[in-house]
Nanobody, 123 residues
């Protein structure tokens, strides 16, 4: 079992920044990827970014490239999502998810999910 807990969401003005955290506990695999997704009401959960747990391989959705940065602190078993230049269209519930076998992107490929953290961006 892997437990994931997100934190760091909140209200921010357009152009502002937030840093989300995803704390992982339980069993882990060296091949695991931690993915961030976001979801707005009535829409599917969409991929945002991913990082390999040990190797530092990164992936981003085109919509966030250059604005969001994913990173990890292995000592703290935590993955971060630094979000800069936030826009109203970035508002969503952000979820972190673990793929134990290296899946990046499709929500259906994730093995474990956190409960999400809400990001609200005011214009």
């Amino acid at each position: 079992q892997v437990q994931l807990v997100e934190s760091g969401g909140g209200l921010v003005q357009a152009g502002g920044s937030l840093r989300l955290s995803c704390a992982a506990s339980g069993r882990t695999f060296s091949s695991a990827f931690i993915n961030w997704f976001r979801q707005v009401p009535g829409k599917e959960r969409r991929f945002v970014a991913a990082i390999n747990w040990t190797g530092g391989s990164l992936a981003y959705a085109d919509s966030v490239k250059g604005r969001f940065t994913i990173s990890r602190d292995n000592a703290k078993n935590t993955v971060y999502l630094q979000m800069n230049s936030l826009q109203p269209e970035d508002a969503a519930v952000y979820y972190c998810a673990a793929s134990l076998f290296g899946v990046v992107g499709p929500a259906g490929g994730m093995d474990y999910w956190g409960k999400g953290t809400l990001v609200t961006v005011s214009s």
